[in-house]
């Protein structure tokens, strides 16, 4: 990539509110932070996706032990259906099991799939079908597929 | 490998066709949908022209003998993999022993279409002949032994490939990428052929402003169509001539046929006009019983129509290699 690449995209950066753009090319990985101020290890865990790792997502508010959502791997538009199916892949209530698809990723032609962290009852989907979402976001509420206590 | 379980007839081995070999009158053949096929050998990194197994009867059913990639697209069948349901224009994986089952499509369904393609990673192992692995039925050569699938064969996979081929993705289906439809109906784009001024104007208005209906004699060879009588000026009788699939011919009854991927290389029909090339999936998905309509073109439409079909299966090889490269990288 050139640096008159570079510039003219951190030119079109700066009229978003876009806080980090990074490009994978199989020449090259680029990637551009408006605010240096973020600390780099929080940044490289929430790239890599690991989903486990502490963060904001973890932080537990009640007996219901907290689990990760379904998130994006890819910036895409969010589809809780089959483009050829009007049936949800996952509604709220289907038990899953870890790396079941619970919805699906439409890159232009492309299709992936949004895949259950682990294996538990899709919550709600927090994301509308069609919506497009960025890199990252939290797309599949799941909830633990233990029964509820008998006291609740 | 693979091995077919279920008795269902018509299943053949399909690449995008046998073409330059009319000069000795050996016709086309070739996926009905090839669309549907080079999209789906695209999923598995496998040539666009990669050998696949075109179903149009359901259910159908086979065994993996071993590992194996595999992509289906075309018609959405409801498929499953033992008892696991698996999304349609998608690459899969299965094990030794799992057993695939696609079942009829839904008349309801989105997209009403009537073929689906299975394809394997590396594609069919079948030999080339005449430089094509597709199924030449009238000559009985090419594909698996010449001749539909019976139960009880077994197909190669040229490079199952399983762990070496990222599978778990898919496509958006051109059907709904690219849609043609006239009035809620199914359409394709057409060319007046030679004779078609020899009909007459109430008949070519006709066809351009009715519907067809795909009766139930249609087939690979060509699709014998119900509508309008197309009656001519005066009557005709021609020579024999050379036919390629898309021409749709008309016979003394004033009824069509669209010669399809199975035409014989030869015909005497007065041709009314051909089916664009580009369009030519779209009828070779349209099922029997359903209803078609035809748009006027012209050469150079028609032509451009063949490019945006280029371009998105450019598209779709451009993104499927792009995420292959990026799993192999994770």
Same mark, same amino acid.
């Not at chain 2, 998608?90 to 369904?109: C, D, F, K």
């Not at chain 2, 898309?246 to 029909?269: E, F, K, L, N």
């Given at each position: ?75 895409? $538009? ?54 497009? $979402? ?19 | 490998? *693979? ?8 299943? #053949? ?75 349609? /224009? ?20 989105? /997209? ?51 762990? #070496?081929?990222? #599978? ?27 004779? =078609? ?25 060509? =699709? ?8 001519? *000026? ?39 006009? #051909?089916? *664009? ?10 099922? *029997? ?42």
């Amino acid at each position: 990539m050139m640096i008159a690449e570079l510039q003219q995209l951190a030119a079109s950066l700066a009229g978003t509110d876009i806080g980090l753009l990074e490009l994978r090319t199989p020449h090259g990985h680029v990637r551009l932070r408006r605010d240096g101020a973020a600390p780099e290890n929080y940044l490289l865990e929430e790239l890599q996706g690991h989903a486990g790792a502490p963060g904001p997502l973890s932080v537990a508010t009640s007996t219901v032990p907290a689990m990760p959502p379904a998130v994006a791997s890819s910036v895409g $538009v969010f589809l809780h259906h089959h483009p050829l199916r009007g049936t949800p892949l996952a509604p709220p209530g289907t038990g899953v099991q870890a790396g079941q698809t619970v919805g699906l990723l439409q890159i232009g032609a492309l299709l992936l799939p949004v895949a259950a962290p682990q294996a538990g009852v899709v919550a709600s989907m927090l994301q509308a079908h069609g919506s497009l $979402v960025g890199y990252g976001t939290a797309l599949v509420e799941l909830h633990p597929s233990m029964p509820p206590a008998a006291d609740a | 490998m *693979i091995e077919v379980l279920s008795s269902t007839a018509l299943s #053949t081995v399909q690449d995008l066709g046998r073409t330059g070999s009319l000069r000795w009158g050996v016709g086309t053949a070739g996926a009905m949908d090839p669309l549907a096929l080079a999209a789906g050998n695209l999923l598995l990194g496998n040539e666009a022209n990669a050998a696949a197994i075109e179903v149009p009867v359901f259910p159908f059913v086979a065994r993996f003998a071993e590992d194996c990639a595999f992509a289906l697209t075309g018609a959405d069948c409801a498929a499953r993999l033992d008892d696991q349901p698996l999304l349609p /224009w998608w690459a899969h994986q299965a094990r030794a022993g799992q057993v695939l089952t696609l079942a009829a499509p839904q008349p309801a369904a989105v /997209w009403r279409a009537s073929r689906a393609y299975l394809c394997l990673g590396g594609g069919v192992d079948v030999p080339e002949v005449l430089g094509s692995r597709s199924t030449q039925l009238r000559g009985a050569f090419g594909g698996h032994e010449g001749r539909a699938l019976r139960q009880g064969d077994v197909l190669r996979a040229a490079a199952p490939g399983m762990d #070496t081929c990222p #599978t778990g993705f898919g496509l958006v289906p051109p059907a709904l990428a690219l849609p043609l439809q006239v009035d809620g109906v199914a359409a394709m784009r057409v060319l007046p052929a030679a004779e =078609y001024l020899c009909y007459q104007e109430a008949s070519r208005a006709a066809f351009w402003a009715g519907e067809w209906k795909i009766t139930p004699q249609s087939d690979r060879y060509g =699709y014998r169509l119900a509508g309008e009588t197309l009656t001519p *000026i005066q009557p005709m009788e021609l020579r024999s001539h050379g036919i390629v699939p898309g021409v749709i011919q008309v016979p003394s009854g004033g009824q069509p046929i669209i010669q399809m991927r199975d035409a014989q290389p030869s015909g005497g029909y007065p041709k009314f006009g #051909t089916v *664009i090339e580009a369009d030519l999936w779209r009828l070779g998905q349209a099922p *029997i019983g359903s209803r078609v309509r035809f748009i006027e073109t012209t050469w150079d439409d028609a032509v451009a129509a063949l490019g945006e079909l280029q371009g998105w299966l450019d598209e779709v090889r451009r993104l499927a290699g792009l995420h292959r490269w990026q799993r192999g990288r994770n």
